[in-house]
């Protein structure tokens, strides 16, 4: 089945840190990948749509100069938590589909950010 | 928008059946998606839902009603290891192609 790798599986840096995120798709072609964060209790929350080759689509109130995304092929994305303060701190999951509408998104394993 | 609505918690005993309900409200529905999450871990599908109706994949039961915007996970033969968050998730086709929208999860506790 499809795979979506994500790295690093945890963070731990100091404030003031910029922290870069990648998520891979394995064995399939992934034109579209998503970002989510998770805080402690409770559920998934989209940030933003990676589009490989054009610029995110970001979801309200998430800041586009502090999350930074590139997907410059169709197998990686990447997402930059620049200048993290401690409130950055949480659970950054990426995914990713085939395609076509029957298709569920597949989840990397996610990383754990912990800002001092 | 979108609204999606699950209870918190639920207990359930090993063995038994349970069932988890999920309501949403959205302006574009475009499939809803069951998925499990343990803790500290991400989430793994379970079952997906775009017509009216039951889809049964063993011992794991997702129902649709698109008109009362509501669907619910039935687990059967409860084991110990179905402990974990189960997240309902919406489509909607008006904001992308692919875009969920997760509800805040029903963390189920199995006991013996």
């Known amino acids: 089945g499809a795979v979506v790798s994500q790295h690093p599986s945890r963070v731990i840096c100091k404030s003031g840190t910029s922290v870069k995120i990648e998520c891979r798709s394995l064995?399939?072609?992934?034109?579209?990948m998503f970002w989510y964060r998770q805080f402690p209790k409770q559920s998934l929350m989209l940030m933003a749509t990676?589009?490989?080759?054009?610029?995110?689509?970001?979801e309200q109130g998430v800041e586009k100069d502090k999350f930074l995304i590139n997907h410059a092929s169709l197998t990686l994305s990447t997402l930059t938590v620049t200048s993290a303060h401690p409130e950055d701190s949480s659970f950054y999951i990426c995914?990713?589909?085939?395609?076509?509408?029957?298709?569920?998104?597949?989840f990397g394993d996610g990383t754990r950010l912990s800002i001092l | 928008g979108q609204n999606i609505d699950q209870p918190t918690e639920m207990t359930a005993t090993e063995g038994a059946i349970v069932q988890i309900n999920c309501t949403y409200q959205?302006?574009?529905?475009?499939?809803l998606f069951w998925y499990q999450q343990h803790a500290g871990e991400a989430p793994t599908f379970l079952s997906y839902?775009?017509?009216?109706g039951l889809e049964e994949k063993g011992r794991f039961s997702s129902f649709l009603s698109r008109s009362k915007g509501y669907s619910y996970l039935l687990l059967k033969e409860l084991q110990m290891k179905d402990s974990a968050s189960y997240l309902c998730?919406?489509?909607?086709?008006?904001?992308?192609?692919?875009?969920?929208?997760f509800g805040t999860g029903t963390r189920l506790t199995v006991i013996p």
């Open positions: 995914s990713a589909s085939v395609g076509g509408d029957q298709r569920p998104q597949h």
């Open positions: 064995d399939f072609q992934a034109t579209t």
């Open positions: 990676s589009n490989e080759g054009s610029k995110a689509t970001y």
């Open positions: 959205t302006s574009g529905f475009n499939g």
């Open positions: 839902n775009v017509l009216d």
């Open positions: 998730a919406v489509r909607d086709g008006l904001t992308g192609a692919n875009n969920l929208f």
